[in-house]
Each structure stands twice: as structure tokens, then as C-alpha cells.
């Protein structure tokens, strides 16, 4: 795995944005959407309507480690 992050493409109510995470996030990011039932862009547009004025990217990280923490909580 690669410390340096990773720009992918993801759609956001249709428009398309490029977001670069490291690919631990990417891999935890896609299997946090999988356990909601979700794509990783429907999981990314909910994020995006919730983070105020942080970015998108710090979100995404501060909403993976967030559920990781929860996860190791129960």
C-alpha cells in the first residue's frame, strides 16, 4: 500500500470531482460503503452535505476513522 495519496474521480449530485486519499482510506472507504449498502459515491455525496467548510478529502479520512473507532468500541 502507498502512503502517497491517490487521486480518484467520484460523482457528487452529478457533477464529477476528483478527491486523493491514501489507499488505506480508499480501502477502508470502499468497504465502510459496502457494509452500508451503498457506492462509495452515494456514501461520498452524504459526507460532502455534512462537512461544512473542511474538505472533502479530510472528511472522507475523518468519517472512515470515525466508524473504525465505533467499530472497535462494540
Known sequence: MSARPVKHSLTLRGHRTSVSLEDAFW????DLAARQD???????TRIDAERGDVGLASAIRVHVLRDLQAMRQT
Open 27 to 30: 480501502q477502508a472507504f470502499r
Open 38 to 44: 451503498m457506492t462509495i459515491n452515494a456514501l461520498a
